[in-house]
C-alpha cells in the first residue's frame, strides 16, 4: 500500500506566537532570545530579520552587530507550549496517528484518509491557522524521510521575509528524482563532518550518494552503508509512531460553516458525534466512564463539561444519552453554536459481563459489532441510525 505521510513545522514558532501576544511586532525584525549581554542566544528569528542575516542559535550579541536595530523578545515559554498543545490536538483531531517530533513539528499518517493528501494538507493549514492563528508549513510523501525533506526543502524556497505557509508534496514513485539534486547534508545521518569528508570526494548531491558503489559506501559509512543508499533512494519504511499507545481520550468534533443555534439540529449532531466516538473507542478496545462535550459559541468562547457514568462504556447509544443530557443541561438556549464536540475519557479495557441469558446490554453489543463489521467492509457512513439520516436530509 501506498503510504501517505504528513510532515507539519509551524513556520518560525516562538515568533508567530509573540506576533499573536503582540501585534505590533508583526512583519517586524524581531527574534526570540537570551539577553546580549552573556552568554544570551537567539531561539528564534522572524522571517523579516533572517531576511537580514539572523540565524537560530546565533549569539544574541552576534546579532545586534549584523542588526543593530533588531528587537529582542524575552521568550514566555508557557505560552509556546499552551499554542503547541491546541495544534497537536488539532492534529490529532484529524489523524489517531500523530507522532509529535518537538514544541512545533509533527508527523501524521492519513494513509486511511480517503482525500488526496495535498487536500488534507490545504485543509490542516487551514485549520490551524483559524484555530490558533498560527501558520504552518507542510511536507508530504510517501514517507516520513521525504515529507520531511520536502517540507525543509519547500520552506527555504520562499523569501518573501514573511512566513513561508507552503505546501510541498513529492507525488509517490518520484521519490529519488526529488532527493537527487539536493545538497548530501539534507539526508538523515550526514552530518557536517561527514558531509565535508564527501565534498572533498567530489560528493555533493544525494544523488551522487545514491549512485556510490557498494565498496565506497562501506568505506564512507561502514555497516550503515546499504541503509544509507536506501535513504538517498528515498526508500524509508518507517513507521509514524503515536506517542500514546494508550489515549487519554477518544473525541470528535465538528465546526459548522455557518453557526447553528436550533436544538434539534445540534442534537442530531451529538448523535452523530457519539456513533464516531464509539466506533473509535470498539475499534482500540476501549471504553471509558466519563462522558464530555465541548461547546464552543460564535464570539469562540468554550464550555467543556462531563459527566460521570457508574461503568465503563463504548456503545454509541450510552455515550449519546450522557451528551444529550448535558447539552439539554448546560446549552445557553438559543445562543449560536460554531464547534460541537463529544468524548469519552477515563479510558480502560473495557470489561463485559458473562450473559448467560442473553440480556439487553449483550444485544446492544451485538448490534453494534454487526454495524461496526459492516462500516469496516464497506465505509464509515454506510450505516445510519434513521434519526441521524434525517439530519442530512433536513440540512
Ligand atoms: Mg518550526
Given at each position: 500500500?501506498?503510504?501517505?505521510?504528513?510532515?507539519?513545522?509551524?513556520?518560525?514558532?516562538?515568533?508567530?506566537v509573540?506576533?499573536?501576544?503582540?501585534?505590533?511586532?508583526?512583519?517586524?525584525?524581531?527574534?526570540?532570545?537570551?539577553?546580549?549581554?552573556?552568554r544570551?542566544?537567539?531561539?528564534?528569528?522572524?522571517?523579516?530579520?533572517?531576511?537580514?542575516?539572523?540565524?537560530?542559535?546565533m549569539?544574541?550579541?552576534?546579532?545586534?552587530?549584523?542588526?543593530?536595530?533588531?528587537?529582542?523578545?524575552?521568550?514566555?515559554?508557557?505560552?509556546?507550549?499552551?499554542?503547541?498543545?491546541?495544534?497537536?490536538?488539532?492534529?490529532?483531531?484529524?489523524?489517531?496517528?500523530v507522532?509529535?517530533?518537538?514544541?512545533?513539528?509533527?508527523?501524521?499518517?492519513?494513509?486511511?484518509?480517503?482525500?488526496?493528501?495535498?487536500?488534507?494538507?490545504?485543509?490542516?493549514?487551514?485549520?490551524?491557522?483559524?484555530?490558533?492563528?498560527?501558520?504552518?508549513?507542510?511536507g508530504?510523501?510517501?514517507?516520513?524521510?521525504?515529507?520531511?525533506?520536502?517540507?525543509?526543502?519547500?520552506?527555504?524556497?520562499?523569501?518573501?521575509?514573511?512566513?513561508?505557509?507552503?505546501?510541498?508534496?513529492?507525488?509517490?514513485?518520484?521519490?529519488?528524482?526529488?532527493?537527487?539534486?539536493?545538497?548530501?547534508?539534507?539526508?538523515?545521518?550526514?552530518?557536517?563532518?561527514?558531509?565535508?569528508?564527501?565534498?572533498?570526494?567530489?560528493?555533493?548531491?544525494?544523488?551522487?550518494?545514491?549512485?556510490?558503489?557498494?565498496?565506497?559506501?562501506?568505506?564512507?559509512?561502514?555497516?550503515?552503508?546499504?541503509?544509507?543508499?536506501?535513504?538517498?533512494?528515498?526508500?524509508?519504511?518507517?513507521?509514524?509512531?503515536?506517542?500514546?499507545?494508550d489515549?487519554?481520550?477518544v473525541?470528535?468534533?465538528m465546526?459548522?460553516?455557518?453557526?447553528?443555534?436550533?436544538?434539534?439540529?445540534?442534537?442530531?449532531?451529538?448523535?452523530?458525534?457519539?456513533?464516531?466516538?464509539?466506533?473509535r473507542?470498539?475499534?482500540?478496545?476501549?471504553?471509558?466512564?466519563?462522558?464530555?462535550?465541548?461547546?464552543?459559541?460564535?464570539?469562540?468562547?468554550?464550555?467543556?463539561?462531563?459527566?460521570?457514568?457508574?461503568?465503563?462504556?463504548n456503545?454509541?447509544?450510552?455515550?449519546?444519552n450522557?451528551?444529550?443530557?448535558?447539552?439539554?443541561?448546560?446549552?445557553?438556549?438559543?445562543?449560536?453554536v460554531?464547534?460541537?464536540?463529544v468524548?469519552?475519557?477515563n479510558?480502560?479495557?473495557?470489561?463485559?459481563?458473562?450473559?448467560?441469558?442473553?440480556?439487553?446490554?449483550?444485544?446492544?453489543e451485538?448490534?453494534?459489532?454487526?454495524?461496526?463489521?459492516?462500516?469496516?467492509?464497506?465505509?464509515?457512513?454506510?450505516?445510519?441510525?434513521?434519526?441521524?439520516?434525517?439530519?442530512?436530509?433536513?440540512?
Amino acid at each position: 500500500m501506498i503510504r501517505k505521510i504528513i510532515h507539519l513545522d509551524l513556520d518560525a514558532f516562538f515568533c508567530s506566537v509573540e506576533e499573536l501576544l503582540d501585534p505590533s511586532l508583526k512583519g517586524k525584525a524581531f527574534a526570540v532570545g537570551g539577553s546580549p549581554s552573556g552568554r544570551g542566544v537567539i531561539t528564534s528569528a522572524s522571517y523579516a530579520a533572517r531576511m537580514r542575516g539572523v540565524r537560530s542559535a546565533m549569539p544574541t550579541r552576534e546579532a545586534l552587530n549584523i542588526l543593530p536595530d533588531l528587537v529582542l523578545v524575552r521568550s514566555g515559554f508557557h505560552h509556546y507550549s499552551e499554542y503547541s498543545n491546541k495544534v497537536m490536538s488539532i492534529l490529532r483531531n484529524t489523524s489517531p496517528i500523530v507522532e509529535q517530533v518537538s514544541i512545533d513539528e509533527a508527523f501524521l499518517d492519513v494513509s486511511d484518509m480517503p482525500q488526496p493528501i495535498g487536500s488534507i494538507a490545504i485543509d490542516l493549514q487551514k485549520r490551524v491557522c483559524q484555530e490558533t492563528g498560527l501558520p504552518c508549513s507542510l511536507g508530504c510523501a510517501t514517507s516520513r524521510l521525504v515529507a520531511k525533506i520536502a517540507n525543509d526543502f519547500g520552506k527555504k524556497q520562499v523569501k518573501t521575509g514573511r512566513s513561508p505557509q507552503k505546501i510541498t508534496i513529492v507525488e509517490p514513485g518520484k521519490e529519488e528524482e526529488f532527493l537527487a539534486p539536493l545538497d548530501i547534508q539534507a539526508l538523515w545521518g550526514v552530518g557536517p563532518k561527514t558531509a565535508a569528508h564527501l565534498r572533498q570526494r567530489g560528493i555533493t548531491t544525494i544523488g551522487n550518494l545514491a549512485a556510490l558503489s557498494d565498496a565506497d559506501l562501506k568505506n564512507y559509512f561502514g555497516q550503515h552503508g546499504e541503509s544509507m543508499r536506501r535513504r538517498a533512494k528515498g526508500i524509508d519504511n518507517s513507521p509514524i509512531y503515536s506517542e500514546s499507545g494508550d489515549p487519554k481520550s477518544v473525541s470528535n468534533e465538528m465546526t459548522f460553516h455557518d453557526d447553528q443555534d436550533d436544538k434539534e439540529g445540534l442534537i442530531k449532531i451529538l448523535h452523530s458525534l457519539s456513533e464516531k466516538v464509539g466506533f473509535r473507542l470498539r475499534k482500540a478496545e476501549l471504553a471509558g466512564s466519563v462522558v464530555q462535550i465541548k461547546i464552543r459559541y460564535s464570539d469562540f468562547s468554550t464550555y467543556t463539561r462531563q459527566t460521570s457514568m457508574k461503568e465503563c462504556t463504548n456503545l454509541d447509544q450510552e455515550i449519546f444519552n450522557e451528551a444529550q443530557n448535558l447539552f439539554i443541561k448546560h446549552w445557553q438556549s438559543g445562543r449560536p453554536v460554531r464547534l460541537l464536540g463529544v468524548g469519552v475519557t477515563n479510558l480502560d479495557k473495557p470489561h463485559r459481563q458473562l450473559s448467560l441469558w442473553g440480556n439487553d446490554e449483550s444485544k446492544k453489543e451485538d448490534l453494534t459489532k454487526a454495524v461496526d463489521d459492516l462500516r469496516d467492509r464497506f465505509g464509515k457512513d454506510i450505516i445510519k441510525r434513521a434519526d441521524t439520516l434525517k439530519t442530512k436530509k433536513q440540512s
